[in-house]
């Protein structure tokens, strides 16, 4: 009986191991500390010297590793030619296909004449898909009619994430300098306009100075803010089977940088061209929030965390919504229009 249990033990033991060898969980227990041993995804040369001779025009010691060579097929630049500036851009990341989702924007959150006296301005990045030709044909006809299309000669698809989002950097930096600020966001999100300038004005504060009626002088992130939800002391997925796995290969670190879920996150005109220069420096990542935030960690930028950005579906109700900046989960366009209509009735949008 005793040897019995003691072979069935050992059957246990073997079974397990063999489990979590398979399954990639055995690659918790041998990942690198973040905090001992985490360097730059990227050339470990300070930043900012490098920044400095890349805007002046001179020769860098050290070249970036990760600069956006795509062609542009639509670049639609006359949306940041302005005669004095702009004060809050939406850079939305779209897929190809979702034709009805930046229609449903462009009618709610994304109209660009919502304020008479603000200056705002809508554009989508998209890539291709060289097999489906008629969504080109019909993306061509959408441009004609609206002229707020990026489209950039790269296939269009979730793990090319990080190369839309550099799409977006690279457009921005270099034909968008008179826009104070940019809200970098996902096609399947609601944002109130009003919202987000309100947390503009003051967001260290927002929306308590607003709610305690205080009256208080314009207190801008002028220089740096890029800020949205933060995830912080988040691990990276070792389980195999799941779509965000992760090997020890690609990343061998026990933690990620401090970075903002990618669905909608602010960027001040500073914070925004530090980035851009942060990302030409760091390694390509697949995951487009996790590469942000070793861009970020790489030029020195601190992530800035506001509950009022949902990373998941806030459930709706009319005064729920009050202050929320933006929200995951609106896949349709006629939900979201209605709930951005109800919350413009209400004078939260």
């Not at 002088?217 to 949205?228: D, F, P, R």
């Not at 070793?294 to 005064?319: Q, S, T």
């Amino acid at each position: 009986m005793s040897r019995r249990r003691c072979s069935i033990s050992w059957a246990w033991i073997v079974g397990f191991m063999v489990f979590i060898y398979l399954t990639g969980l055995y690659q918790y227990f041998i990942t690198w500390s973040f905090t001992e041993y985490y360097t730059h995804w990227g050339p470990s040369h300070p930043l900012q010297p490098l920044i400095k001779q890349l805007k002046a025009g001179d020769d860098v010691a050290v070249r970036p590793v990760n600069q956006f060579f795509y062609p542009y097929t639509y670049s639609s630049v006359e949306k940041c030619e302005v005669k004095d500036s702009i004060r809050l851009m939406y850079v939305v990341k779209s897929a190809l296909e979702n034709f009805d989702k930046r229609m449903g924007i462009r009618k709610s959150w994304g109209f660009e004449s919502r304020f008479s006296d603000v200056e705002i301005r809508s554009v989508f990045l998209v890539g291709m898909k060289p097999d489906e030709p008629h969504l080109q044909e019909l993306l061509e006809r959408e441009l004609e009619e609206h002229k707020d299309i990026i489209q950039a000669n790269f296939r269009d698809s979730y793990f090319n994430n990080t190369l839309k989002t550099m799409m977006g950097l690279h457009w921005t930096y270099h034909y968008c300098q008179k826009v104070k600020y940019f809200l970098f966001v996902d096609d399947d999100y609601y944002v109130s306009t009003r919202n987000m300038l309100r947390f503009l004005r003051d967001p260290a504060n927002y929306p308590q100075y607003l709610e305690k009626y205080i009256v208080t002088a314009v207190n801008e992130y002028k220089e740096h803010l890029y800020a949205g939800y933060v995830f912080e002391n988040s691990c990276p997925i070792r389980w195999v089977f799941s779509k965000w796995y992760i090997s020890l290969d690609e990343y061998p670190y026990s933690k990620w940088p401090p970075y903002v879920t990618a669905g909608a996150y602010v960027l001040s005109r500073k914070s925004l061209e530090d980035l851009y220069f942060g990302s030409i420096y760091t390694s390509n990542f697949r995951f487009d929030d996790i590469f942000l935030g070793m861009a970020a960690k790489k030029a020195g930028i601190k992530p800035f965390h506001h509950k009022e950005f949902y990373f998941y579906r806030k459930l709706y109700d009319r005064e729920g919504y009050k202050w929320v900046i933006a929200s995951h989960g609106f896949d349709d366009p006629k939900e979201l229009q209605e709930v951005w209509n109800e919350q413009r009735s209400a004078g939260n949008a």
